[in-house]
């Protein structure tokens, strides 16, 4: 297994505990020198936040970690393409490489319907490596809504 694939699992998991707390599994880590620093998954549901994405709560996590906002030597593997307020995120978080594992249809902001963390106007673009597990991460979300509507 890649290092990328290891973390893209690792994600993966994120977001397997997203759907075991009701909420629609996208999961995320952000690495550092080869090491997962942070983790996340969606809490929207479980806090009450609209805010409450995976990316955006490892990017907190991130930031407490190294006790900075500044993440430009950090890499993120998130499960599904980030969503126009993850992106923006990034962008000031200033990441290094989003790897991602499906594109979103729906709110993609990394290429799929727009692509705002490539924006030739802003200071910092990031690299996007994706979609890496197109079926295997569409799978979860696929999973996740025929068992709600059951």
């Not at 994120?14 to 707390?21: G, P, T, V, Y």
Request: net charge neutral; proline share 5%; glycine share 8%.
């Amino acid at each position: 297994m890649t290092k990328h694939q290891e973390f893209l699992r690792a994600a993966i998991e994120e977001a397997e505990k997203a759907a075991l707390k009701g909420d629609v599994p996208v999961g995320c880590v952000i690495v550092r020198k080869g090491e997962i620093i942070a983790r996340g998954h969606n809490l929207r549901e479980a806090q009450h936040d609209p805010t409450g994405h995976a990316e955006i709560i490892a990017l907190r996590r991130a930031g407490e970690h190294l006790n900075r906002w500044q993440l430009d030597d950090c890499d993120l593997y998130v499960t599904h393409e980030p969503c126009p307020m993850c992106a923006g995120a990034l962008v000031m978080a200033r990441i290094h490489t989003l790897y991602y594992g499906c594109d979103e249809p729906l709110t993609g902001a990394c290429g799929s319907r727009l692509n705002l963390v490539q924006f030739p106007g802003f200071p910092h673009n990031v690299h996007v490596v994706g979609p890496l597990a197109q079926e295997t991460c569409a799978a979860l979300t696929r999973r996740f809504f025929k068992e709600k509507r059951r």
